[in-house]
């Protein structure tokens, strides 16, 4: 729900405050500079002390063992699933640059959208430090800085729009899943807050499908994508959330395992907590919050498959798309040069 090139050439987004200098004083500027990072660090910290105090009884050899426990099936479907996850990942930017109008080689879409990913996911939030990266990265393909927002734009509401969808389909049919974070049936809380969220994804649908004029915030127009667009983000989306998920399942032990649907739940209400609480890789958010969803299994073989999800996810990753940024910088250094 971004802009959209159309045929009067239009600027995608527009606005209307122009571009003058910012209104804000230095010191606003200074303390919205600091405030997220310092509640990602507290969001850390406290999320560190909790995850002590229930992991105080388990120690590393126990850890080790969950770890080695896990089948070799289990780490081959875990590896599978991070590179399903990571290319549909891809599949957010080449949307985007559709939806926008722009021709970008596959490869390099592929590869910048994989570091863009591979670093915000541990540095933490993921749209501003993302946003960062693709500008450097599209500016070298004569992307404008407004394209590049706007495709940051069209891949946060990809996530947010793919979360919805399925965080609604899960509260339809397992609505007992803020049960194990609550201890309290909320049932048909549950299953009106998952009617609620299909029906905004059904209203962002007909958005697009009925043309309605774009939406106006804060000076900014936004535009609904064409139908064949808002298809793409609600295939390619879910997926990625689906193959992040199985990263964690397959390595989850069997015993008193609740099943993928259930899993997938779990998975979506503590990536949403980690993700607002802007700690750095959720660390210790993500963790607290899975192992209070599922506190009926054994919280060592839980703690070993969410070091799996680290690995696959959020290491392995970060190691490669360091490696690309280097080798990009590098490549972009010599041409300087030459």
Not at 35 to 56: D, N, Y
Not at 260 to 271: A, E, P
């Amino acid at each position: 729900m971004s802009g959209r090139i159309r045929r009067d050439r239009s600027p995608p987004i527009t606005n209307r405050k122009g571009s003058g200098p910012a209104t804000h004083g230095s010191q606003a500027m200074n303390w919205r500079r600091y405030f997220w990072p310092v509640v990602g660090i507290a969001a850390v910290i406290f999320s560190l002390l909790l995850l002590w105090h229930e992991l105080r009884g388990i120690s590393l050899d126990d850890v080790w063992d969950g770890i080695t426990a896990i089948p070799a099936r289990g780490w081959i479907l875990a590896a599978v699933s991070s590179v399903i996850a990571y290319a549909s990942l891809a599949g957010y930017d080449h949307i985007a640059l559709l939806h926008i109008g722009k021709r970008v080689s596959w490869l390099f879409v592929t590869l910048c959208s994989f570091t863009t990913y591979a670093l915000s996911h541990n540095i933490g939030g993921s749209v501003f430090s993302g946003a960062v990266i693709r500008y450097r990265a599209y500016g070298t393909r004569d992307l404008t800085g407004q394209d590049v927002g706007v495709l940051v734009a069209v891949c946060w509401i990809t996530f947010v729009l793919s979360t919805i969808l399925a965080s609604g389909l899960v509260l339809v049919f397992e609505p007992q899943i803020l049960d194990r974070f609550s201890g309290i049936a909320h049932h048909g809380l549950s299953e009106a807050a998952g009617i609620a969220m299909l029906i905004l994804v059904a209203a962002y649908i007909f958005g697009s499908w009925l043309h309605l004029r774009p939406l106006k915030i804060a000076g900014f127009q936004l535009h609904y994508p064409a139908l064949p667009i808002v298809a793409r983000q609600l295939l390619i989306g879910p997926i990625e959330l689906l193959a992040a998920t199985a990263i964690i399942f397959f390595a989850l032990p069997e015993a008193h395992n609740p099943g993928y649907f259930v899993v997938l739940g779990v998975f979506l209400v503590s990536f949403s907590i980690a993700q607002i609480s802007h700690a750095p890789g959720g660390l210790g958010v993500f963790e607290v919050v899975f192992l209070a969803g599922l506190s009926d299994m054994d919280p060592v073989g839980v703690l070993a498959a969410l070091l799996v999800f680290r690995l696959f996810y959020l290491i392995i990753p970060l190691i490669l798309g360091l490696g690309v940024v280097l080798f990009f910088e590098r490549s972009q250094f010599s041409r300087t040069e030459s």
